[in-house]
Structures are given as structure tokens and as C-alpha cells.
């Protein structure tokens, strides 16, 4: 009887194993022509891997040991959304930061990533993109996390490193936006993107 028992939960577990699927793989196969497409039918409820994210200040830092929810944010400097997002960052960093990891992983190498940085709150870990990394138009590879939207898109995974939301873009000041207007719509949005990691 314990061996059936034993043989009964080896099949199940292996089966609900077998059925997880893997940022990467997930985004790499989906055959989705849209964006929404491709977070929607593959993005969300994949897994993250282990990925090993060199910062600016040479620490690597493994995703594996995070304990806490990680917000992934993929920029680059040239973005005048991801400039227009730094206030809101911040602001959820000082909020969140003792239940969220937050991560930037960028388009840019170390140099332009270093400009931003005096801007950003110190606790998030800054990526730039090394010389083994990939960046070409629409496709970044840092650290072997593949990222193939636009800039910023943040990606928000919860303690047992499935993937819950992505949010594209970022307000920006306009003649019709100042930027106290942008700051409360970015904090905003950003506020309810996070609601499903702060309970």
C-alpha cells in the first residue's frame, strides 16, 4: 500500500511539474504576433529561472536567493518614459522595499546606467548590460533574462517566482502634463500593478 501511495504522488507530482512553464522558454516559443498577445497567453503564469545579475557595483546578485517579490524593470536611458518613471520608482522603493526586490536591468551599458543611477533610490539593484549580454532592436538579453517588449516594461513576480503582471510604458511630462500630473498618474498605475504582492 505505501509503495502505490509512494507511486500515486511520484505521478502526480511529476505531472504538475511536467505542466510549469519558464519565462524564458514561454517567451522564446510564444507564437503570439501582439504584445498583449505575448504577455497575456505566455508571459504571465510562466516561472522564473535563476538568473545571476551582475549591478553597477559588481555584486551578483542571484534571483534564486530573493525571499521577497521582485519587481523586474527593463530600461534604457535614451527612454523618456523610464526618465519619467524615476520619481514613481523611488517613491515605491521607500514604500515597498521591505516587501519587494526591485531590479532594473537596462538597454545601456555601464557608462549611460551610471547617469541614471544618481537619480534612483540606492535599493535598486541597477543592471547594465555587459559585452556578453544582447542588445539589439527589439530583443534584450541580460544576464540570459530575454526581453522583448518596449522600454520601460516592468515585470512583477511573485515569492514563488511566477510571473502575476507586466506594465508597459511610463507618463512623461507634455504641454498638457506637468510633472506633479505625471508623478500621481505614474504612482497611481504603478500602486495597482504592485496591489497583488502587498497583501
Not at 549611460?112 to 532592436?137: F, N, Q, S, Y
Request: proline share 3%; glycine share 4%; net charge positive.
Amino acid at each position: 500500500m505505501k509503495r502505490l501511495l509512494t507511486l500515486v504522488l511520484i505521478v502526480i507530482s511529476s505531472s504538475v511539474f511536467a505542466q510549469k512553464k519558464y519565462y524564458n522558454q514561454a517567451v522564446n516559443s510564444c507564437s503570439e504576433k501582439t504584445s498583449e498577445g505575448l504577455i497575456d497567453k505566455c508571459i504571465k503564469d510562466s516561472y522564473l529561472l535563476n538568473y545571476d545579475f551582475t549591478t553597477l557595483n559588481n555584486e551578483v546578485v542571484s534571483t534564486k536567493k530573493i525571499k521577497k517579490s521582485i519587481v523586474i524593470v527593463a530600461a534604457a536611458t535614451w527612454s523618456a518614459p523610464c526618465w519619467g518613471e524615476v520619481p514613481t520608482l523611488n517613491t515605491m522603493v521607500e514604500k515597498y522595499h521591505d516587501k519587494v526586490e526591485f531590479i532594473m536591468i537596462f538597454w545601456d551599458k555601464e557608462a549611460k546606467v551610471k547617469k541614471m543611477a544618481e537619480k534612483l533610490d540606492k535599493r535598486i539593484l541597477l543592471v547594465p548590460a555587459r559585452e556578453m549580454d544582447k542588445t539589439e532592436t527589439g530583443n534584450l538579453d541580460v544576464s540570459g533574462f530575454v526581453h522583448k517588449l518596449d522600454y520601460p516594461t516592468t515585470y512583477l513576480i511573485g515569492k514563488d517566482k511566477k510571473f502575476l503582471n507586466v506594465k508597459r510604458g511610463a507618463a512623461t511630462p507634455t504641454k498638457e502634463m506637468n510633472w506633479d500630473q505625471v508623478n500621481e498618474l505614474n504612482t497611481k498605475n504603478f500602486e495597482e500593478f504592485l496591489t497583488p504582492v502587498l497583501n
